[in-house]
């Protein structure tokens, strides 16, 4: 038995009476097909390998941030219990004694004529003192 040909096709004898027609351009285009799989398959792998690079780097950067962060946690406490030894008044006492410093043994009041009260309410005085901030430019 034989096929029979087409226009442009030709028989290609396999065993015994067998024959296969095959197309001039069939095993071209058949061809084509899996080259263009193979890129495409290749494309999409570099555009994965790519996006985990890029998340990679920012974690990265996140991380370095994380540590910055937390450095500068610390030294804001350590600048926090500083603040703290400074302000203790039994320090502050210590240094100003041994400044010379010491609490009076009496207590003298001095008055100046014409300064203190003057009769006045306390209303009164603020009034006047408006008086003279509102006159000067």
């Known amino acids: 038995m034989v096929a029979r ?8 004898p396999l065993r015994g009476d067998f024959h296969v ?17 193979a890129i495409t398959g290749c494309v999409l792998f570099l555009l994965l ?12 950067v996140m991380e370095d941030l994380e540590g910055a962060i937390s450095t500068e946690e610390a030294r ?4 926090r219990m500083e603040v703290a030894e400074l ?17 009076p043994d009496d207590v003298r009041v001095v008055s100046v004529p014409g300064l203190g009260s003057s009769g006045f309410g306390i209303e009164e005085r603020w009034a006047g003192l408006k008086l ?3 006159a000067q430019p």
Do not use: N, Q
């Not at 390998?49 to 990265?60: G, K, P």
């Not at 302000?87 to 010379?100: F, K, N, Q, V």
């Open 87 to 103: 302000r203790d008044p039994a320090r502050i006492a210590r240094m100003a004694r041994s400044l010379g410093m010491v609490y």
């Open 5 to 12: 040909s087409h226009a442009g096709l030709r028989a290609v």
């Open 76 to 79: 804001y406490w350590d600048l």
């Open 49 to 60: 390998v790519l996006s985990r690079i890029a998340l990679d780097r920012h974690a990265f």
């Open 21 to 37: 027609v095959i197309g001039p351009h069939a095993r071209r285009r058949r061809i084509a097909h899996w080259v263009l799989l």
């Open 132 to 134: 003279l901030l509102s």
